[in-house]
């Protein structure tokens, strides 16, 4: 079998090459600056594909996903849109990303980043407290990142949780919303709201002005998704008149975020740099691996996206 590492940049393969050398060092992988002969390749590793080398790959059997995500994938202008794409699904990147949107559901609800604004003040202000029950938040997508993190949620005592997908979900403890028809539903008086939806032509821009304006006044965003959900310039019109009081951001229109962007200098906006559930080879090799062994036995691979749904 011949693994192609498709990725923008070279970055971690050496991660893979180590890992995939514990259980097979006959592997090898491919970076694109290596000589390959391209209709050699059966299976490649991809993180935003670039334009240019799909055609070339004629006997490719399986595009994996080296994220959670595809949307950098489908975007790809000449994808072979005959080749299956699996994508990584990893306890541990759920784990991360549950304790990123704890950090931001609890900056919000014990309110620390109004009190690191009255630090840098000097000012010792106590402010009212809020209480779980009352407490709404909202998750956009109840899949394998949405689910992890309502759950996670639950545990650490958040009793007012919301969750909006395309199909109706039981889940206990979680009022649950589908469709288009029941977003302003979902939405309507939510004190956090946290997007974990996949990047595809429904949900571009999702986050903007008219959904903000469902929320209860002074809500705080997460989105730790992707950068094309936000309508960044909607955030901005929704901090300044106070509709939003704040947000945890680790995805964005541009990255890296430019330096010349706004939202580096609005105190309101904490930025992290994609980083909010990080892909980990020592996890996530495994599947890869079963995926590249499937491949080879002509069975089909595990975590396949469907092209139509684009997630
Ligand atoms: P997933 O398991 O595929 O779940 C997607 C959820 O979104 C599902 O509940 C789905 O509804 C819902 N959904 C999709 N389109 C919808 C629509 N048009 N209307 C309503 N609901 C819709 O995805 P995941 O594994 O949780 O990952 C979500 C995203 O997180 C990824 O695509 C990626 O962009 C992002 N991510 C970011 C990081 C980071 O470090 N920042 C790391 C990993 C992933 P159904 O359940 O009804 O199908
Ligand atoms: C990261 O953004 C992923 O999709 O895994």
Redesign the pocket.
Same mark, same amino acid.
């Given at each position: 079998m011949n693994i192609l590492y498709f990725t923008e940049t070279e970055r971690g393969i050496n991660r893979w090459r180590e890992e995939f050398a514990k259980v097979d060092p006959s592997l090898t992988i491919y970076g694109l600056d290596e000589a390959y002969d391209p209709a050699s390749i059966d299976v490649v590793l991809a993180w935003k594909p670039p334009q240019g080398i799909f055609p070339s790959l004629t006997n490719l059997k399986l595009t994996q996903s080296l @994220?959670? @995500?595809v949307?950098h994938i489908i975007k790809c202008p000449d994808l072979n849109k005959s080749v299956p794409i699996a994508r990584i %699904?990893d306890t541990d990147?759920s784990v991360q990303?549950s304790e990123y949107s704890l950090y931001g559901v609890l900056s919000a609800f014990r309110k620390f980043r109004q009190y690191a604004s009255f630090q840098s003040a000097l000012e010792w202000s106590p402010q009212s407290r809020h209480f779980h029950e009352d407490f709404a938040i909202g998750i956009l997508? *109840?899949?394998?990142?949405?689910g992890a993190v309502a759950a996670s949620l639950l545990q650490n005592g958040f009793t007012n949780l919301r969750g909006?997908?395309?199909?109706e979900k039981s889940i206990p403890g979680i009022q649950s919303f589908a469709g288009n028809d029941a977003l302003y539903d979902f939405a309507k008086g939510l004190d956090v709201l946290i997007c *974990? +939806?996949? +990047? #595809?032509k429904? #949900?571009t821009d999702i986050l903007n002005i008219n959904l903000f304006a469902q929320l209860n006044t002074g809500a705080f965003l997460i989105n730790? /998704?992707?950068g094309e959900h936000l309508v960044e310039a909607d955030l901005l019109t929704a901090l300044e008149s106070g509709q939003i009081s704040g947000a945890l951001l680790?995805?964005f229109r541009e990255e890296p975020l430019p330096k010349s962007h706004p939202f580096w200098k609005e105190s309101r906006i904490e930025i992290t740099p994609? %980083?909010?559930? /990080?892909t980990n080879p020592r996890t996530a090799s495994e599947q890869v691996f079963e995926n590249i062994q499937r491949i080879k036995q002509n069975q089909a691979a595990l975590n396949l996206i469907d092209l139509e749904k684009e997630?």
């Open positions: @994220g959670m @995500g949307d %699904i990147m990303m997508g *109840l899949g394998e990142l949405g909006w997908a395309r199909s *974990l +939806l996949p +990047l #595809t429904e #949900t730790p /998704a992707r680790d995805v994609h %980083i909010a559930a /990080a997630y």
